[in-house]
């Protein structure tokens, strides 16, 4: 599929010297959902901030749908939709007024039955005369999306949607993304939620110091990154791994009632029947056996460890 | 052009300005009453003819100055400077719109505000003294120019302000002092000759008597030159604005 966003050696450096985006490459392809993963202060929220026009780009190219941000902004910002971290709203004013201002910068005109239906789509339709003050946290974040849609942008960003709310909440929000997504709206998100990724996203991007570490397909990236450990659980407690079965691939458990065999599921032997068998051969008895995969958390707790060092 | 975003900005920001419409128009209307009341009837009763005008009228242009020029560069800086203070700037830089076209919209809406305040001003005038206008086109022309220009100076205001003390000091040390001292109340000509030397120094002297002119036909300057300093000043605001947005002054990282 084609790129609606493409990212060519984009540089953000501020007055004090400071390096934010470091020449950061990155197709976005048109309809997907991209999770952008990385610490704090790792350069997401400036490389969003870039493409939507808010901080100038120290060099580099960005364009949406083809159209360069600062040559043919006009053309390239109508296309896109910001949801910022913060809770930025005017808290006098009616909820409909609000998405309404919206609407009306981006230059669509007046709409009642567009409004309605993004209100309707967040569940804010009751609430559409209420003052943005008297609405509880969760529902100022939706009037951030309805804002954020009233254009119907082709491209939506959502910079940590999820921060700071419950679990419930949460997964409410992933659900208005993935309807988002069946629309055909392209979203890239940022998150410190690696759960988040893991529930919706289709490719993963990891970022850190203001470079771009990686961006590959979620399932692919755990596929490949992911390690597979067996836990063989046994009925008797061991001091140590016995001698006849030491690798470095086995460890004893911390209670030492199981031992831990770490294996790579795309090797074309993963040697678990020849542990099985050595483990019955040293007369062990076991009690069950348990599979966990690694997960995304894992892996991108190790890919910013490994950028540090 | 992107109009309806220029429209879109006015009209919220009109919304504003009928949503609090107590502090919107009462309190200019009130305190321009106290105005007439004190200098008009109380002082003004004791003060014979100010070049050839009651005293009560004399006054009646400078006090509509005096509330257009503050309520023209309140309003435009607070509109500004507000979606600065609550985060929701960003929106106006992530639109697909000029830096014109937001000028148009904020500059456009204090300039109707203070137009409305102005006329509502000129209306309560009338129930305190008796006056005519010698050129109501004129009067009207410079309203609408005192408007603009400080609105766009309120404007530049608004985006250089860091917190509300810095939107207020401006009008509070500058403005008004200008205001009251550039013959809001008194004619130039009733100073010795070096405080009328001195005020030819204040922009806002010519503001006024070229408003003057257009209630009563005399000016303590000529009409072309306060149309010069009115045209000079809002270019020099227009130039500023146009660098603010060229360079990213306190809005764009």
Known sequence: ?????????????????????????????????????????????????????????????????????????????????????????????????????????????????????????????????NQIRELSGGMKRRVLIAKALAHDPRVLFLDEPTAGVDVELRKDMWQIVDKLKEDGVTIILTTHYIEEAEAIADR?????????????????????????????????????????????????????HALIYTYDTNAERTGITKLLAD??????????????????????????????? | MNWTAVRSIYIFEMFRFFRTVAQSLLAPVISTSLYFVVFGAAIGSRIEQVEGVGYGAFIVPGLIMLTVITQSIANASFGIYFPKFIGTFFELLSAPISFLEIVMGYVGAAATKSLIIGFIILITAYFFVDFSIAHPLAMV??????????????????????????????????????????????????????????????????????????????ADVPILT???????????????????????????Q
């Open chain 1, 279 to 309: 483990v019955a051969a040293e007369g062990l008895v076991l009690r069950d056996v348990v599979t966990r995969q690694s997960s995304l958390e894992d892996i991108f707790v190790n890919l910013v460890k490994e950028d540090a060092t």
């Open chain 2, 226 to 252: 306060s149309l010069l300093a009115i045209g000079l000043f809002t270019g020099v605001c227009l130039g500023i604005i146009w660098w603010i947005f060229r360079t990213g002054w306190r809005i764009r």
């Open chain 1, 1 to 129: 599929m084609a790129n609606i966003v493409e990212i060519t050696d984009l540089r953000k450096s501020y007055k004090d010297g400071f390096q934010a985006l470091k020449g950061v490459n990155l197709g976005i392809e048109e309809g997907e959902i991209l999770a952008l993963l990385g610490p704090n202060g790792a350069g997401k929220t400036t490389l969003i901030s870039t493409v939507c026009g808010i901080t100038m780009p120290t060099s580099g190219t960005v364009t949406v749908g083809g159209h360069d941000i600062l040559h043919d902004y006009r053309a390239a910002r109508s296309m896109i939709g910001l949801v910022p971290q913060e809770i930025n709203l005017e808290p006098f004013e009616r909820v409909i007024n609000t998405v309404r201002f919206s609407r009306g910068l981006f230059g669509k005109p007046s709409d009642d039955a567009a409004i309605e239906k993004v209100l309707r789509q967040l569940s804010l339709w009751d609430k559409k005369d």
């Open chain 2, 141 to 218: 022309a410079f309203l609408l120019l005192t408007t603009i220009s400080f609105a766009l100076f309120g404007f530049i205001l608004g985006i250089w302000a860091g917190n509300f003390e810095q939107l207020q000091i401006v009008p509070l040390l500058i403005v008004t002092p200008l205001v009251f001292l550039g013959g809001s109340f008194y004619s130039i000509s009733m100073l010795p000759p070096f405080w009328q030397a001195v005020s030819m120094f204040n922009p806002v002297v010519y503001l006024i008597s070229g408003f003057r002119w257009a209630f009563f036909g005399t």
């Open chain 1, 204 to 256: 993963v991007g990891v970022i850190a110091h203001g470079e771009l570490l990686l961006v590959e397909e979620k399932t692919k990236l755990m596929t490949r990154m992911g390690q597979k450990e067996l836990e063989v659980q046994l009925t008797e407690t061991l001091t140590e791994v016995p001698r006849n079965l030491q690798s470095d691939d086995l460890a004893l458990s911390s209670d030492g």
